[in-house]
Nanobody, 118 residues
Framework: QVQLVESGGGLVQAGGSLTLSCAAS????????MGWVRQTPGKVREFVAS????????DYVDSVKGRFIISRDNAKNTIYLQMNSLKPEDTAVYYC???????????WGQGTKVTVSS
């Protein structure tokens, strides 16, 4: 089992920045990738960003490209999401997700809320 714990959410004004963290514990030796997914009330979860554990390859949803940066610290089993130039439409609960097989997200954190005021 893998446990994921997010931190770093909060309230920020439009144009501001926040950095989310996600620490993984448990059976992390087989991590394939980790990432962030967000959800707003009444909507399905939306992929935000991911990072490969082996080579650091990153991927982003188009709406955050150039504004968000995902990074990892393999030694700490932690990933980060640096969010810059935040917009009100970035308001959501952000979930950390882990993939140990390459087949998709199998582990989820509890979520951290990000609110961007206009």
């Amino acid at each position: 089992q893998v446990q994921l714990v997010e931190s770093g959410g909060g309230l920020v004004q439009a144009g501001g920045s926040l950095t989310l963290s996600c620490a993984a514990s448990g059976r992390t030796s087989r991590t394939y990738a980790m990432g962030w997914v967000r959800q707003t009330p009444g909507k399905v979860r939306e992929f935000v960003a991911s990072i490969s554990w082996s080579d650091g390859h990153t991927d982003y949803v188009d709406s955050v490209k150039g504004r968000f940066i995902i990074s990892r610290d393999n030694a700490k089993n932690t990933i980060y999401l640096q969010m810059n130039s935040l917009k009100p439409e970035d308001t959501a609960v952000y979930y950390c997700a882990g993939d140990q097989t390459g087949a998709g997200w199998g582990y989820w954190g509890q979520g951290t809320k990000v609110t961007v005021s206009s």
